[in-house]
């Protein structure tokens, strides 16, 4: 090599202020990750039990992995970016739309239209449920899609553009989800941990000229995590008429948000109602079809379009001689934020809605895909039906498309069934069997309670708990109504729990000459639904202290069955937790598969994430191995021990290593033809039969560091990417040491 060859690299080397920050950038990438996987699990406070965590910190894993890789490949600022984002495109398309892919590879039109739909599903998922929420298929796909993009803006930040106190920006969108819900919201341990997070991510990429801007966004991050909530309204409370998101009593599993709605220290008026009757009305919000033995589901929203609420269908099941009367009911909606439209059962007509709403032909609800029920006022028309007992008793068999409310999973504990029959053991219809059942309830030997299922642990919907609920005989409206309704089922009966509210309290206002029915989050309810067929849905009221009894269910009522003494069975054996597989779904029981999803793809992605950990740890430790010997170098270890070693090691991962009986010389002769090389050789030489030289430290660090670069050079990309996944010189030292034992 010329002097002015060996001039200009040299030139190149001192000009080129970004090879000590490329060694270490694994290190700086330790640290996202570091930050990722706190701040992740900061978002436990919104999202219920913790199977997202696993595929959340996959993908960054991969993330973030993928554009390590990229970078030990290409000296190109580009290449990393654009590795990441396509790895999280794969992770996306293949967990989530990989049915749509053309050869399992190229997005079709079928995959756009399955992306948006998983976005617009995770979307309204997210708009209905309350805090904390059940992750979904939909709310999975956008969580995956929202951290790994901030995970691909990070490393962009932080290691590409060699500004790691910027790449605090997107850390900051992060951890400030949890403290906009609410200042409860925020965990103070994983706050501080964040905190250190950032600041390893600080030391990482040793930011020294930014240090004021470090402090600028340390300091947002305090305000936007701590100050701000403190100053906004948190979403579960009192929000504003417009806002869609913090529904009370809403999302995959109303029930138990009614639990915790109806458990608030401080209650708020939901609704302001009238009627023309002067009556009060229970208003009904949704109806739960599907008992899969831990909860219960509603059906899948289904929106047929032709079903606008100024003419609603009949009551499914009701023949012309059963007696109803009119009434109508004005409804004033304030803070009740539902995609179901409080209304009495069964509605035929509504007027004044805003926006789209549309009801359901099975369960005569109202549904909007782009409103919320806060803020409406509408009038609703309704019929209040008036079934004789006699009626009741003579109702037929129900047609075969109503087994699927008779549905019940396996292992169900033993106390139930048993119960169910000893309490209708005289009874002789099927009505006279679900008034035995609400008596069962209503007799005395049961109390209402908000509380004692949270104390005890059977706060809940599941099998368990209705079997600890009907020993302890304690609980609230969702305890008394699922349990009558499971009950109900094992009696061949069929049944349904629906969610909405009491009628409320009369007050001594007056709308138009009418008395106002005010409803507050304490007259939040659930009951169940009994089907009888020439009379259709039939409400019972078991929960003791709440509500009122219909007349056809009132033991004062003429013709309504006597009932001897009831004895409550002990139960034969303790009920024991058991798996409960969903039952097989029908054509209306999409929910409950679309619900299985998330589960599954939880599982796929977190193995892809196991493995591909597994895969990117050789490329790991040997990285760990450099970056030790380069540190020591840089410090002014001895030349032979550290430099020397690596550029060897190097060289074999590369395939480019010399014979083992050459001498340093002979070695770099077969290595390249630099000054640089020659510098290193002749150091090492020097450390070896000579008096220490008195040579920098940081000298040497830049002759090995140029070497590396132009051994990687030599090298072709494939034998990059192998030198990088598989480091032939790491499996040669384990080899080394199995052979030295």
């Given at each position: 090599m010329s002097v002015a060859s060996a001039t200009k690299v040299r030139g190149a080397v001192s000009a080129r202020p970004s090879d000590d920050f490329r060694s270490r950038a694994w290190r700086v990438s330790l640290a996202l990750l570091w930050c990722f996987i706190v701040l992740v699990a900061a978002l436990h406070t919104l999202l219920d039990e913790f199977g997202w965590f696993a595929p959340l910190v996959g993908v960054v894993i991969a993330v973030l992995g993928a554009a390590a890789l990229g970078r030990a490949l290409s000296a190109r600022r580009w290449v990393p970016t654009v590795a990441a984002v396509f790895t999280l495109w794969a992770i996306l398309s293949q967990f989530f739309v990989g049915e749509t892919l053309w050869l399992r590879l190229v997005p079709v039109r079928e995959t756009w239209q399955r992306l948006g739909e998983l976005a617009a599903e995770g979307t309204r998922s997210i708009e209905v449920q309350a805090v904390p929420a059940t992750v979904d298929a939909g709310i999975l796909f956008l969580l995956c899609l929202g951290i790994g993009g901030l995970a691909v803006v990070a490393d962009l930040l932080a290691v590409t553009l060699r500004a790691p106190a910027v790449a605090g920006l997107p850390l900051v969108a992060l951890l400030a989800v949890p403290s906009t819900v609410g200042p409860d919201r925020t965990d103070a341990f994983l706050f501080v941990l964040a905190c250190i997070a950032f600041l390893a991510l600080l030391r990482a990429g040793r930011p020294a000229r930014e240090s004021g801007l470090a402090v600028v966004v340390g300091a947002t991050t305090v305000v936007a995590t701590l100050i701000v909530p403190l100053v906004l309204p948190p979403v579960s409370d009192e929000p504003a008429a417009s806002d869609r998101v913090g529904g009370l009593l809403s999302g995959v599993n109303p029930v138990l948000d009614l639990g915790q709605s109806l458990r608030r220290e401080a209650q708020r008026i939901i609704i302001n109602y009238t009627s023309r009757s002067g009556d009060g009305q229970y208003l009904r919000l949704v109806s739960l079809q599907n008992f899969t033995g831990e909860l219960w589901e509603p059906d899948e929203v289904e929106i047929d379009r032709d079903n606008r609420p100024q003419l609603v269908g009949d009551p499914p099941g009701m023949a012309g001689d059963v007696a109803t009367e009119t009434d109508t009911v004005w409804?004033?909606?304030?803070?009740?934020?539902?995609?179901?439209?409080?209304?009495?059962?069964?509605?035929?007509?509504?007027?004044?809605?805003?926006?789209?709403?549309?009801?359901?032909?099975?369960?005569?609800?109202?549904?909007?895909?782009?409103?919320?029920?806060?803020?409406?006022?509408?009038?609703?028309?309704?019929?209040?039906?008036?079934?004789?007992?006699?009626?009741?008793?003579?109702?037929?068999?129900?047609?075969?498309?109503?087994?699927?409310?008779?549905?019940?999973?396996?292992?169900?504990?033993?106390?139930?069934?048993?119960?169910?029959?000893?309490?209708?053991?005289?009874?002789?219809?099927?009505?006279?069997?679900?008034?035995?059942?609400?008596?069962?309830?209503?007799?005395?030997?049961?109390?209402?309670?908000?509380?004692?299922?949270?104390?005890?642990?059977?706060?809940?919907?599941?099998?368990?708990?209705?079997?600890?609920?009907?020993?302890?005989?304690?609980?609230?409206?969702?305890?008394?109504?699922?349990?009558?309704?499971?009950?109900?089922?094992?009696?061949?009966?069929?049944?349904?729990?629906?969610?909405?509210?009491?009628?409320?309290?009369?007050?001594?206002?007056?709308?138009?000459?009418?008395?106002?029915?005010?409803?507050?989050?304490?007259?939040?309810?659930?009951?169940?639904?009994?089907?009888?067929?020439?009379?259709?849905?039939?409400?019972?009221?078991?929960?003791?202290?709440?509500?009122?009894?219909?007349?056809?269910?009132?033991?004062?009522?003429?013709?309504?069955?006597?009932?001897?003494?009831?004895?409550?069975?002990?139960?034969?054996?303790?009920?024991?937790?058991?798996?409960?597989?969903?039952?097989?779904?029908?054509?209306?029981?999409?929910?409950?598969?679309?619900?299985?999803?998330?589960?599954?793809?939880?599982?796929?992605?977190?193995?892809?994430?196991?493995?591909?950990?597994?895969?990117?740890?050789?490329?790991?430790?040997?990285?760990?191995?450099?970056?030790?010997?380069?540190?020591?170098?840089?410090?002014?270890?001895?030349?032979?021990?550290?430099?020397?070693?690596?550029?060897?090691?190097?060289?074999?991962?590369?395939?480019?290593?010399?014979?083992?009986?050459?001498?340093?010389?002979?070695?770099?002769?077969?290595?390249?033809?630099?000054?640089?090389?020659?510098?290193?050789?002749?150091?090492?030489?020097?450390?070896?039969?000579?008096?220490?030289?008195?040579?920098?430290?940081?000298?040497?660090?830049?002759?090995?560091?140029?070497?590396?670069?132009?051994?990687?050079?030599?090298?072709?990309?494939?034998?990059?990417?192998?030198?990088?996944?598989?480091?032939?010189?790491?499996?040669?030292?384990?080899?080394?040491?199995?052979?030295?034992?």
């Open positions: 409804v004033r909606v304030q803070n009740l934020g539902s995609p179901w439209l409080p209304v009495p059962y069964p509605a035929t007509s509504i007027a004044g809605l805003i926006g789209n709403w549309f009801w359901d032909a099975e369960t005569l609800t109202f549904t909007s895909p782009n409103s919320t029920s806060r803020g409406q006022d509408y009038r609703v028309s309704s019929l209040v039906v008036q079934p004789t007992p006699a009626q009741l008793v003579g109702a037929g068999p129900a047609p075969a498309e109503f087994d699927r409310f008779l549905e019940l999973p396996e292992g169900m504990p033993e106390i139930i069934a048993e119960t169910a029959a000893s309490v209708t053991a005289s009874a002789t219809s099927d009505y006279a069997r679900a008034f035995a059942l609400q008596e069962f309830f209503r007799n005395g030997s049961f109390s209402y309670s908000e509380t004692a299922p949270v104390d005890n642990g059977y706060d809940g919907t599941g099998m368990e708990m209705i079997a600890a609920f009907l020993e302890a005989k304690a609980g609230y409206c969702v305890h008394f109504a699922s349990a009558m309704a499971v009950m109900a089922r094992t009696l061949g009966i069929p049944s349904r729990v629906a969610v909405g509210t009491l009628p409320g309290a009369i007050t001594d206002q007056l709308d138009e000459g009418r008395r106002v029915m005010q409803v507050s989050t304490s007259d939040l309810h659930a009951w169940p639904e009994l089907y009888f067929d020439g009379v259709g849905w039939v409400r019972f009221e078991p929960t003791t202290s709440r509500g009122f009894v219909p007349e056809y269910a009132d033991r004062e009522s003429p013709g309504v069955p006597s009932l001897p003494p009831i004895e409550t069975p002990e139960p034969t054996t303790a009920p024991t937790p058991t798996a409960a597989p969903v039952p097989t779904a029908g054509p209306d029981e999409e929910v409950a598969t679309d619900s299985s999803d998330a589960p599954l793809l939880t599982a796929r992605i977190g193995v892809v994430a196991l493995a591909f950990g597994l895969l990117l740890l050789p490329a790991l430790i040997r990285a760990l191995v450099r970056k030790r010997r380069l540190s020591r170098l840089s410090f002014g270890a001895p030349l032979a021990a550290t430099g020397w070693r690596e550029l060897l090691d190097t060289a074999h991962d590369l395939g480019l290593e010399p014979g083992d009986t050459t001498t340093p010389r002979e070695a770099a002769a077969e290595l390249g033809d630099s000054i640089e090389l020659a510098r290193t050789v002749a150091a090492l030489e020097r450390e070896a039969f000579a008096p220490p030289a008195v040579v920098s430290g940081a000298i040497r660090f830049s002759d090995v560091n140029a070497v590396l670069r132009q051994l990687r050079g030599r090298a072709g990309w494939r034998a990059r990417v192998r030198a990088s996944l598989v480091p032939r010189s790491l499996f040669a030292r384990v080899r080394n040491w199995r052979s030295a034992r």
